[in-house]
């Protein structure tokens, strides 16, 4: 039989399943991950080989070091998720990939990887955005989760604030206009001197700081839920370099402070008038920015004020896994989405968004 219409055929089938388990990948940047998801929601096992070490070195994800990585690690994680499920590829019900956005060798190892293991072991193959495995993530932590609601995506290279219409399905209501959330977090940690990956170790280093020490400028940007974090990183880089012209030794914990409470602030202020508008009840928090101390509490804290459900990614989710990846494909598998061995990775992926 013609190899995609079997694919199809097996695909609509899960249509109707009651329990499906999709074996995901994840390789867009620098963690190689892998893992087993049930209808969705449940984590069977989930394998991360994060590259870290390595790329700290160098003060910042190498794409070449990336990918050579990824194609050592990617048959390993995949052989360690089945183990841990204590599964072999005849309990996989279909296979997941990230196609992008990301860089492009790392994304094509995923691809490549998973293209030959559909082919061989003839189970469908399901493409994932994979901002939309960060927002998915909410799916796992908070069982009872269902669309529509608001989520705010802050990751390295995206910040927006979305309405979730349905499965898979959404209107950008604002986004940055220049760096985003993480990019901000990671530039202002090297001037602080402190390494890749730079947004946790600022955050923990302004644990002890005083947020008041440097006042910041607020971003005055024309959308109403737009983001603008490159003028606060200027403004932040300025002052440091001043300082350390002066001879003065930087407060680098004050600084750390000051800077996450700028951006935290933003990220409240747009967010929360973002679900006040809406009319919706929920605000999702999803990708690697929102593992953040201060965005976690205060968005709570706004909740309760406000009135409003919080769901967050347990810390683990927010930053690149396979399982969000797991359970965004389950939703796109409800939908009929189907890659074919022409599917090539996408480094700038566009999530499929309606205009306000
Ligand atoms: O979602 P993610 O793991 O990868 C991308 O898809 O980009 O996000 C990584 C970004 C990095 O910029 C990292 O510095 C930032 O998320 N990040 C944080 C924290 N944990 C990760 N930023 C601030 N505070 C954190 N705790
Ligand atoms: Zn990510």
Redesign the pocket.
């Known amino acids: 039989m013609n190899t995609q219409l079997e694919m199809k055929q097996k695909l609509e089938a899960l249509q109707s399943k009651a329990s499906v388990r999709i074996l995901a990948m994840e390789s867009?940047?620098?963690?190689t991950a892998a893992a087993i998801i049930e209808n969705g929601r449940t984590i069977v096992s989930s394998v991360i080989f994060s590259q870290v070490d390595t790329h700290a070195l160098y003060g910042g994800v190498v794409p070449e070091i990336a990918s050579r990585a990824h194609v050592d690690a990617c048959d390993r994680v995949i052989d360690q998720a089945l183990l841990e499920a204590n599964m072999t590829f005849s309990d996989v019900d279909a296979l997941a990939v990230t196609y992008g956005?990301?860089l492009v060798g790392a994304l094509l190892t995923g691809v490549n990887c998973m293209k030959g293991l559909s082919y061989t072991t003839r189970l469908p193959l399901i493409p994932v955005n994979?901002?939309e495995g960060?927002v998915s993530a909410n799916f796992i932590t908070t069982a009872e989760l269902e669309p529509p609601f608001i989520c705010l995506v802050?990751?390295?290279?995206?910040s927006h604030i979305m309405k979730v219409n349905d499965y898979g399905e959404y209107t950008l209501l604002g986004q940055t206009v220049d760096d985003?959330?993480?990019?901000?977090?990671?530039k202002a940690?090297r001037v602080l001197g402190l390494n890749?990956?730079?947004?946790?170790?600022?955050?923990?280093l302004a644990e002890d700081g005083d947020d008041t020490y440097l006042k910041l400028p607020n971003p005055k940007v024309e959308g109403r839920y737009d983001f603008s974090f490159s003028g606060l990183k200027t403004a932040f880089l300025n002052a440091c370099h001043k300082m350390t012209q002066n001879g003065q030794e930087l407060p680098r914990a004050d600084l750390a402070a000051s800077f996450?409470r700028a951006?935290v602030d933003s990220l409240c202020a747009k967010a929360v008038l973002a679900v006040k508008e809406s009319g919706l009840q929920t605000l999702c928090l999803?990708?690697?920015?929102?593992?953040?101390?201060?965005?976690r509490a205060q968005m709570t804290e706004l909740s309760r004020k406000h009135g409003f459900k919080l769901c967050m990614p347990e810390?683990w989710l927010?930053?690149?896994n396979a399982a969000m990846i797991g359970s965004a494909a389950y939703y796109e598998m409800k939908k009929g989405t189907l890659a074919d061995l022409s599917l090539n990775a996408i480094p700038s992926a566009a999530l499929q968004v309606k205009k306000k």
């Open positions: 867009s940047c620098d963690e956005p990301g994979h901002i960060h802050v990751s390295g290279g995206h985003a959330a993480g990019e901000a977090f990671d940690a890749y990956p730079g947004g946790p170790l600022l955050s923990k996450e951006v999803a990708g690697g920015v929102s593992a953040n101390r201060r965005l810390l927010c930053t690149d």
